[in-house]
């Protein structure tokens, strides 16, 4: 770590964060991401690059799935953590039952 | 997603930039080439796109990585506003100022407690603080300082030692709680020294206090000042004293003893005040504090004073940075306290500690934020009887808080400065929770030397920072 020298403690706190050095340091990706992502926002990737849904390589309906499970894509659903546990109770198989999926007005 | 260099002020050095980020307050030694990659988002832009080949791996990259991580470089896309967050409230008590007396035996020309820039009502309490009073407000210190090992009481004034039977019994008082709880207790106290006897001091320096004294320099200075209620001067009297008391002090390896001297348009010059006080007479450490008043005083700071103050700083700094390439401390407290704050870190959300862990005690037992405010009725948040009102307390605390000051959020002073002192805010705008913008010049000036000097001691000493490794 030449080139970027932590001095002070809270430097030296941050480096230690990422092992003693910022090599492994991802600061695009969160450390602990947020279950349901909600404090975030961006309009996600709905869409194929032509604007459909025809080319993206999951269809729509698992996009969303993994928007609510595994946080995957940084987009928008209900929190499932405290607010809406049950959202997506009915929704067994995304593919077949996505419009199952119940809505949800914060 | 957008990246662009995040808010950050620089000192140059030796053989790098010294960086320190305004919202995580790290400091860091860039070299060249991380500087480069610093200026490259000067101008926002994807970094995805800029890493090319170093994408995953790859010294850009780790570069990106560590700055954006430091809070050098932040995306455009999501500011996150200062978050006006509280610590768990009620927060633990950690020390006491109690107001000991409001009586006087000097008639200093800027006192904020008798002068025409006070906040408060001082012809309603006691003159004198009650036995009873005193420790039912220990009490409230133990009461409400869960999770605490180490509490601290200082007393002021008024002249501390006008009620020092009273200093004597809490002290004990508060010391056989401290046995009984198993915590620490120390204790400080301010006074202007003219009461200073031999027993007093044998008092002070057995019981480790930590002792400040308000003195503004040589004679001319000091009498002019600082006089008797009479209006006699008082440096022949008090220099002696105090020879006396730091001789004591040395012999027991007491803690530190401070001078304290108030700044104004007629002070000495401040190489002066310090060689007199530290080389002459011995104090450890010696602290500046322009004095607070509204404007147009005879004795209030202008811009020209301000500069005049700020240059007499920059050569005192000169000293010590001299001081410290040597491995040796300096007195010039202002500074020292400077460095620690820069070295730790620190990242104020509130300018002091006042309504947080500490309090003030009027004589008459009324809690108000520090001991500037205490029998302000509009400031006071409770009584030692009734205990801390917690919804003036929090209702203080939020509108205090650094994300309410919008004019501090593009500044890069704000970490340390975090607004100002909140008395000097009541005076000036007559309301505690605004920021002391017209300090703002005079603090960034001030911050900037603090960042230079220390990049010529982590440039030639870096060793000699190991003192300020622990908190204050």
């Known amino acids: ?106 | 997603m957008n990246y662009a260099t995040a808010q950050h002020r620089r000192a140059r050095g030796k053989d790098s930039t010294y960086v320190w980020a305004t919202r995580s307050a790290a400091l860091a030694a860039l070299d060249a080439e991380a500087l480069a990659v610093l200026d490259q988002f000067a101008a926002p832009q994807d970094p995805e796109r800029w890493f090319g080949a170093d994408e995953f791996t790859g010294e850009k990259r780790k570069s990106f990585d560590a700055l954006a991580a430091l809070g050098l470089l932040e995306p455009v896309d999501f500011q996150v506003p200062i978050p006006p967050d509280l610590p768990p409230m009620p927060y633990p008590l950690g020390t006491l100022v109690l107001n000991v007396t409001n009586k006087c035996n000097l008639s200093c020309t800027y006192c904020y407690e008798y002068g025409e820039d006070r906040p408060k009502d001082t012809s309603a309490g006691p003159a004198l603080m009650s036995e009873d009073t005193a420790r039912q407000a220990v009490d409230l210190l133990f009461k409400d300082s869960a999770g605490r090992r180490n509490l601290s009481i200082t007393f002021f004034g008024g002249e501390t030692l006008l009620n020092f039977p009273l200093i004597r019994s809490v002290s004990e008082y508060a010391l056989a709680k401290a046995k009984a709880e198993r915590r620490q207790m120390s204790f400080a106290l301010t006074t202007n020294a003219t009461l200073l006897s031999e027993e007093v001091i044998d008092f002070l320096t057995s019981h480790n206090f930590g002792i400040n004294i308000s003195i503004d320099g040589p004679r001319e200075t000091q009498d002019a000042q600082r006089p008797f209620v009479s209006g006699k001067g008082t440096h022949e009297v008090v220099v002696p004293k105090i020879r006396q008391l730091i001789a004591r002090n040395r012999e027991r390896r007491g803690r530190p003893i401070g001078a304290r001297v108030t700044v104004t348009a007629k002070s000495a010059d401040v190489r002066t005040i310090y060689r007199h006080l530290a080389l002459e007479l011995g104090f450890d450490s010696v602290g500046f504090a322009p004095v607070t008043s509204a404007p147009g005083r005879d004795y209030a700071l202008t811009g020209e004073n301000y500069f005049t103050l700020l240059q007499a700083f920059d050569e005192l700094a000169d000293e010590f940075v001299v001081a410290a390439l040597e491995g040796r401390g300096h007195g010039f407290s202002n500074l020292n306290d400077l460095l620690r704050e820069l070295h730790q870190g620190v990242n104020k959300a509130h300018p002091c500690g006042a309504g947080l862990g500490l309090v003030g005690v009027s004589t008459g037992g009324e809690l108000g934020l520090c001991h500037r405010f205490v029998e302000s009725r509009t400031h006071a948040i409770g009584s030692v009887s009734a205990g801390v009102d917690e919804d003036r307390r929090r209702a203080f605390l939020e509108a205090g808080h650094v994300a309410n000051k919008v004019s501090c959020h593009d500044c890069f002073a704000r970490p340390i400065c975090s607004g100002g002192c909140y008395h000097e805010a009541w005076v000036r705008y007559a309301d505690a929770t605004q920021p002391n913008l017209h300090s703002c010049e005079w603090i960034r000036a001030w911050m900037d030397l603090g960042l230079m000097t220390y990049a010529r001691i982590m440039d030639g000493n870096p060793a000699f920072f190991t003192r300020y490794e622990e908190a204050a």
């Open chain 1, 1 to 106: 770590m030449s080139r970027i020298t932590p001095l002070n403690k809270k430097a030296r706190r941050i480096a230690a964060r990422f092992e003693g050095s910022f090599a492994d340091a991802h600061a695009l990706a969160p450390q602990d991401p947020p279950l349901g992502c909600t404090t975030i926002f961006a309009p996600g990737w709905e869409v194929d690059s032509d604007g459909g849904t025809a080319n993206l390589c999951t269809p729509i309906e698992r996009d969303l799935y993994d928007c609510h499970h595994s946080c995957y894509w940084p987009a928008q659903v209900p929190d499932a953590l405290t607010n809406s546990p049950n959202w997506a109770q009915s929704c067994g198989a995304p593919v077949n039952d996505w419009s199952k999926i119940d809505l949800v007005f914060p």
